[in-house]
């Protein structure tokens, strides 16, 4: 198999599962939004880091996912 094909998978993989970590991180933080939690608190400036850092980890996985795809199905 072709390696980058190998990758490909490999990345979807980690994008589906980066992608169940982000909507819990998502939920987690919107819970406590309808709870009422202040913005400023340590709970929820720490649900809102964990929500960013997943969310940016995902954006970049999926960038480097969809350039390998394009890569692969024009070349």
Excluded: C, T
């Excluded at 960038?63 to 394009?70: A, M, N, V």
């Amino acid at each position: 198999m072709d390696v980058r094909i190998d990758l490909l998978l490999k990345s979807a993989a980690r994008l589906y599962s980066l992608g169940v970590d982000l909507e819990m991180s998502r939920k987690k933080l919107k819970k406590l939004v309808d709870q009422g939690v202040p913005y400023n608190s340590k709970e929820m400036k720490d649900a809102y880091r964990e929500f960013s850092e997943l969310d940016a980890q995902w954006k970049e996985l999926e960038k480097q996912h969809i350039e390998l795809r394009d890569e692969i199905v024009g070349g």
